[in-house]
Nanobody
Framework: QVQLVESGGGSVQAGGSLRLSCVSS??????MGWFRQAPGKEREGVAA???????NYADSVAGRFTISRDNAKNTLYLQMSSLKPEDTAMYYC???????????????????WGQGTQVTVSS
């Protein structure tokens, strides 16, 4: 069973940066991504990458967020820059044992989720 451990959340002012990390107990043949959920809103996809480095970003974060990985550390990252108050949410790491990532417009079935890390951006 895959285990995901996220870290790196916190409170920043608008315009600031944070880097989220997600350490996975499994590191082969995957699709991994970051999702977020704000209070009263549905969970939404933010960024995803598969094992051959195909990337996908939500329009709301494209150009500000960067997803990356470190194979030596079994770690997925989300570098967040130019943060806005609307980026405030609980951020979750997601893992799927698949060769490609689904679109964010459909439900990610058979997905393992991390426990979440809170990001708060103040104006």
């Amino acid at each position: 069973q895959v285990q995901l451990v996220e870290s790196g959340g916190g409170s920043v002012q608008a315009g600031g940066s944070l880097r989220l990390s997600c350490v996975s107990s499994t590191w082969s043949g995957w699709c991994m991504g970051w999702f977020r959920q704000a209070p009263g809103k549905e969970r939404e996809g933010v960024a995803a990458m598969d094992f051959v480095d195909r990337l996908n970003y939500a329009d709301s974060v494209a150009g500000r967020f960067t997803i990356s990985r470190d194979n030596a550390k079994n770690t997925l990252y989300l570098q967040m820059s130019s943060l806005k108050p609307e980026d405030t949410a609980m951020y979750y790491c997601a893992y799927r044992h698949s060769t490609a990532c689904p679109s964010f417009s459909i439900q990610w079935e058979s997905t393992t989720w991390g426990q979440g890390t809170q990001v708060t951006v103040s104006s």
